[in-house]
DNA sequence: CGCGGTATTGACCAGTTGGTCAGAATAATA
DNA sequence: TATTATTCTGACCAACTGGTCAATACCGCG
């Protein structure tokens, strides 16, 4: 049989990268060494010599997929609202759209958070990503807080921010287990009749 | 070896029972029939002569899961508001609470929802207990809507009762991942805030 | 009491899993 | 070309999986 001989980092880039498309298909549950090696074409001795045990390559492929998930840019469309109302849709917009743009993304994700209720490792992950979340949202409702006192007495920006990442990520659920009755415009335009109607 | 002979509903119940505490000790990824039937107490036999398969197994165990799991009932104390904005907001406290009582149930829901995703039978199952969930919201955001139509000029009850399902949901996969900086009181505090604020 | 149906069991099976290991193919170096 | 370090492979293993099956212990019924 022929042999590529291919350097470390690239290989375990491919590896990754067969990793994902197994999750995809089968599920984190479906993922098998052989599997993976199946599908990158190579040993599943091959595999494991890189990646040691198929624990570390769940962690790593889970590391990947935070590293190449773009979640949350504000992007200069949505920095130049002057109102920061009108930047908070933009970006609940912007999130809405990424959940349905990228769904097998999604679906990963969704179930990294069920595993993460029960391994340690991955919760730590997924832990700290919910706070990079949560604190992009954060400073966007600082500035909320501050331009309208009036609006929401009772609420902190950490409140508002947390509710807002449980608003995405519940939408998260309901658009992979039930696409057809949910509807993110009439969702936005409730949400926007929650903090107030947009200029 | 002892036999004991028990009625059929009663065994099935029993293995559903064991199932359950399996499923809360090792997930439902670990949960296995020989594993189901050590809890049991039983031959691992015995639970695929009541289940006939594994697959089936982890259905009926949805079922049951669902079935025993008191969601969203409008007790009277809730019902005894007299303003729709007071009755939502009981509503939700309720389902936080709930949430953060039973997190095994949490934990284990949020594994089928994952699960559901790719399984079409757990899917159809998740699917209509998110609509039995939105139907119970639709109902007091249609009130909201007839007691106050300024307040959410451009939201549907449809709408609304949606963002209510995403932000429970979305609730608790904070809570089960990340329950040190879930704090549900200032949570609900920014939702009073975002809805109004109550009399 | 004996008898028939059925709940229950242990033995068994084939398939899959993660993981190890000795050794072969490759590339770099001398 | 010979040496050496590293990647890569096939064969192998023990553990576990879901599932089948014949035999058996139990029960109600005659």
Redesign the pocket.
């Known amino acids: 049989?022929?042999?590529?001989?291919?350097p470390?980092h690239l290989?375990r880039e491919q590896i990754l990268q067969a990793a994902f498309a197994v999750a995809c298909r089968e599920g984190i549950g479906g993922?098998?060494?052989?599997?993976v090696a199946l599908e990158a074409g190579?040993?599943?001795?091959?595999v494991?010599?890189?990646f040691g045990?198929?624990?570390r390559l769940v962690l790593e492929l889970l590391d990947w997929l935070i590293a190449g998930t773009a979640v949350l840019h504000i992007s200069e469309d949505v920095a130049s609202f002057p109102h920061a109302r009108d930047r908070l849709h933009a970006l609940l917009h912007q999130e809405m759209a990424r959940l349905a743009r990228q769904p097998e993304h999604t679906r990963l994700f969704l179930e990294f958070w069920a595993l993460g209720a029960r391994h340690g490792e991955i919760r730590s992950r997924i832990s700290a990503e919910l706070e990079r979340y949560r604190t992009a949202f954060r400073a966007i409702m600082e500035e909320l807080l501050l331009s309208e006192p009036s609006a929401f007495v009772t609420a902190t920006a950490d409140g508002l921010a947390g509710v807002a990442v449980s608003w995405i990520h519940g939408c998260a659920v309901q658009a992979t287990i039930d696409p057809v009755h949910f509807d993110s415009d009439e969702y936005l335009a409730a949400v926007r009749g929650m903090i107030g109607q947009l200029g």
């Open positions: 049989m022929r042999r590529k001989r291919i470390e290989r993922l098998t060494v052989r599997g190579i040993s599943h001795t091959l494991l010599f890189h045990r198929k624990k």
